[in-house]
């Protein structure tokens, strides 16, 4: 897989390849400080 997909519902899911790196940016677009991370590694 080599896109990145943000799937927005009343929550936002951020998934795919290295969207790990993306979750700095996303909480403080959002104005937060923690997140839950779901992986399978």
């Known amino acids: 897989m080599t896109e990145l997909w943000l ?3 009343a929550r936002s899911i951020l998934f ?5 790196k993306k979750i700095g ?3 403080k677009r959002l104005n937060k400080s923690n997140a839950l991370v779901i ?3």
Do not use: H, Y
Request: proline share 0%; net charge negative.
């Open 39 to 41: 992986t399978d590694r």
């Open 25 to 27: 940016e996303e909480l």
């Open 7 to 9: 799937f927005r519902t």
């Open 16 to 20: 795919g390849n290295d969207a790990t």
